[in-house]
Structures are given as C-alpha cells and as structure tokens.
C-alpha cells in the first residue's frame, strides 16, 4: 500500500495526488466496511467544482483590482474638487506632519480655503450638478485729460489759436448676477447679466482765449448691460505635479444701450467733437472671445494665467446724430463699422493664508485694435494698451458661501485708474 502510495505521489499533481492518497488510504483503513471508491467521473465533476471555485477568486481578485483602481483616481478628483468653484487657483489641501501614533484628520473640499479672484474668468470648473450663484458689484473711477490745439504756431513756443485743455472724471458702477452650472466632470457652463451705471464729468478750460472760466458738462446713462454667456471646458485629466488647461469661449450680447442710440451734443465752450447727451452702457457690437486658461498648484502656492482674444462683429447701416446746442440734428450715415480685435493675457498667483482665507496677486493686459470704418482704419484710431496691477483677497464664511474683494490698479494712461470689484458666490 506504501509503494502504491509513492507511486500516485511521483505521477500526479501535488493536489491531485493529495486527494487520490486520502481515497487509497481511506479504502484501506476500512476494508473490513464495505465501501465504493470514487469513480472517474466523480473525480472530474470534483476537478471542475475546484476549477469553478478558482474562476471565482479570479473574478473577485479582478473586481477588487477595478475598485482600487476607482479608489486611486477618486484621490486624484478629491484634490481637484478641492479646487471647484472658487475661482482660479485655488491650492490644495497640504498635509502636515502629525505625531506618532495620531491619525491625520481628513479634510474636506470646504475645508480647503478659496482663492481669490482676480480676473473675470475662473480657472476651476464648478462640479457637475452644482449650481453656484454669484452676486457682484464693481466700481470704476478714471480721470483722463485732453489737449487740443486749434491754430498754428509762428515761432517755437508761440502757438495763434486756441488751446483747449479738457479733464474727464468717470465713475461707472456696474452690478452683475453671475449663474454657472457643471454639466460634466470638465464642462461648465455660464450666464452674467450686468446693469450699469455710468456718470461722466467733463471740464473744459479755454487758455487761449479772453475768457478763464471752466466750462463743466455732467451726463448719465443707465441701463441693463451687455448680457453675456460663456462655455468652459477642461482638456486635460488632473494629474499631481501637472498644470490644468481649460478652454473657454464667451458670447457678448449688444443688450445694453450704445453710441448709435444717443446723440452728440456740441457745447458752447467745449471743443472737439461734441459730448455725449446719454451715456452707453453697452458696446453696440456682438461680440465672441475664445480663451486658454492653466493653473498649476504647488504647494502653498498655485500659478495661473491665460490667453484670450476678443472679436466683434461688424455692423452696417448706422447713424451718428449730432446736436448744434440750437436745435439743429445732423444725421452722419456710416455704412459700415466694426471695432478692432482685443488680445489679451494674464497671469498671476494665489497663497492660501490659511483655512478659511487666501491671497493673490497679478497682471492683466489687452492690447485693443484700431476700428474699421467702412472698410478702412479710423484716421483718428490709434492702438491702446491696458495694462492693470491687480490684487485680491478671499474669505470662506460657510461651506456654502464665500466673500471675495479685488483691487486693480491702472498702469498706463488708458486704463482705468482704480478698479474695486466685490463678489459674494454661494451654492445652492
């Protein structure tokens, strides 16, 4: 019995020769009790029960796999809803060293604090499903002035005519209801409607002339403003140690009032062109503007920046009114008009402070193009550069609500001179 025992061991599998060995065995401790030894098919519908039974921890092994696999992508996404619906560049969440034996506390996505925003566009997606409305208010104060010379000049220093020396202060308010929703994991979408308040003080200060008294015109204009909608789209995955790129195309309406809606008022003492009688609150053109935007968090700090590019559409069979101060309309008929192209860029950075609080700071400029009229440049166009310093600051006050304050400052002469933007999103 012993060598057929070694000889079933040496001939079949470990497993195998494990269960024939039990059943020889078995058979021969009870030769005095009748009993039927396995037949060849019992042992083969035993191979396949053991056969099935391995295909099973085979396919759970295999479930178990996808589900870390899941796990390991899900941490991936915690960093970036870290990062939804705050604005651009929000830094993630840092782990700092605990003691041993105490178990880091894990962090939530409104434990992480909001970054300021500084530029109009966000540079994070809102989570698909989120609503998130943002309330916002901004003041514009710039002061502008303007030398004419009318006459001509004998000898240096000595001009015959009239200089017009002209101080321009406007204040413009404008208060905006902001929507934007995710649809997906990287599409989000946006709608802004704006109302302005515009208020413009004009002086004129004739030098050349007998009279040295200032001549001062003040006009408002209010309305509903250019309503606006923007699509934002995020092309790449978020991977650590890797910047984010989302692209961005915006759609300007021509919902609010413009230049052609209104008419130019000559004023005794003013020189020029004429002013104003009701100020805009819109552009008068359709406009679209197609924008790449990256963040890149490390660690406190996050960078951020983008490029974009404004273009208007042209318009066609328009009228300038011009009033003499006398009753006297003038109607100047332009067949067409359309403004230059703006290109613009940003970049910047955001320090979170700590919790609940952060810090940013940054650059925006938009080089904006010479206007066509009727198919040629506008003689009297020139090329404007915008270039603003700007600074912001952010406080969470709920999971729910933020409170974010920005400060831009112009650094050259076309350029607003101060800019104070409050915004106060929520989710619903």
């Known amino acids: 019995?012993?060598?057929?025992?070694?000889?079933?061991?040496?001939?079949?599998?470990?497993?195998?020769?494990?269960?024939?060995?039990?059943?020889?065995?078995?058979?021969?401790?009870?030769?005095?009790?009748?009993?039927?030894?396995?037949?060849?098919?019992?042992?083969?519908?035993?191979?396949?029960?053991?056969?099935?039974?391995?295909?099973d921890l085979r396919s759970q092994m295999e479930q178990e796999q996808s589900r870390l696999d899941d796990l390991r992508r899900e941490v991936g996404l915690e960093r970036l809803r870290t990062l939804r619906a705050a604005g651009p560049g929000e830094p993630a969440a840092a782990n700092p060293p605990q003691p041993v034996g105490q178990r880091p506390p894990e962090k939530t996505p409104a434990d992480s604090p909001p970054v300021a925003q500084i530029f109009d566009q966000p540079g994070i997606l809102t989570q698909p499903g989120t609503l998130i409305l943002e309330p916002s208010l901004q003041y514009s104060y710039a002061s502008t002035n303007r030398v004419a010379l009318v006459g001509y000049t004998v000898i240096p220093a000595l001009t015959i005519g009239l200089i017009d020396v002209r101080e321009v202060k406007r204040n413009t308010w404008t208060a905006a209801l902001t929507a934007r929703t995710g649809l997906t994991n990287r599409l989000e979408v946006e709608a802004k409607?704006?109302?302005?308040?515009?208020?413009?003080?004009?002086?004129?200060?004739?030098?050349?002339?007998?009279?040295?008294?200032?001549?001062?015109?003040n006009t408002t204009g209010s309305d509903i403003g250019d309503v606006e909608f923007t699509a934002r789209y995020q092309l790449n995955p978020t991977v650590a140690n890797e910047p984010i790129y989302v692209a961005s195309l915006r759609f300007k309406t021509r919902t609010g009032s413009d230049q052609f809606d209104t008419t130019t008022l000559i004023v005794p003492g003013f020189q020029g062109l004429g002013l104003l009688r009701d100020l805009p609150t819109g552009s008068g053109f359709y406009s679209i503007q197609p924008g790449l935007t990256?963040?890149?968090?490390?660690?406190?700090?996050?960078?951020?920046?983008?490029?974009?590019?404004?273009?208007?559409?042209?318009?066609?069979?328009?009228?300038?009114?011009?009033?003499?101060?006398?009753?006297?309309?003038?109607?100047?008929?332009?067949?067409?008009?359309?403004?230059?192209?703006?290109?613009?860029?940003?970049?910047?950075?955001?320090?979170?402070?700590?919790?609940?609080?952060?810090?940013?700071?940054?650059?925006d400029h938009a080089s904006v193009g010479v206007t066509r009229i009727n198919g040629r440049d506008d003689p009297l166009g020139v090329r404007v550069q915008l270039g603003t310093l700007m600074f912001g600051y952010a406080y969470r006050l709920a999971p729910?609500?933020?409170?974010?304050?920005?400060?831009?400052?112009?650094?050259?002469?076309?350029?607003?001179?101060?800019?104070?933007?409050?915004?106060?999103?929520?989710?619903l």
């Open 400 to 427: 729910d609500r933020a409170v974010n304050v920005s400060l831009g400052v112009g650094v050259t002469r076309d350029t607003p001179d101060l800019t104070l933007t409050l915004r106060m999103p929520f989710t």
């Open 294 to 363: 990256f963040l890149f968090p490390s660690d406190p700090v996050v960078f951020f920046g983008g490029l974009n590019y404004q273009y208007s559409f042209e318009r066609s069979n328009l009228k300038l009114r011009q009033d003499d101060g006398q009753g006297n309309i003038t109607v100047t008929n332009l067949d067409k008009v359309q403004p230059g192209g703006v290109f613009g860029f940003n970049f910047g950075m955001g320090l979170a402070l700590n919790d609940r609080s952060s810090f940013s700071v940054g650059y």
């Open 1 to 55: 019995m012993k060598n057929t025992q070694s000889r079933i061991r040496r001939a079949c599998p470990p497993a195998m020769a494990a269960l024939l060995s039990c059943t020889v065995a078995g058979t021969a401790a009870a030769q005095d009790t009748p009993a039927q030894a396995p037949t060849m098919d019992q042992l083969r519908q035993m191979l396949i029960e053991q056969t099935r039974r391995l295909d």
């Open 193 to 217: 409607i704006p109302w302005v308040y515009r208020s413009d003080d004009s002086i004129s200060r004739p030098i050349a002339t007998p009279s040295s008294n200032d001549q001062v015109f």
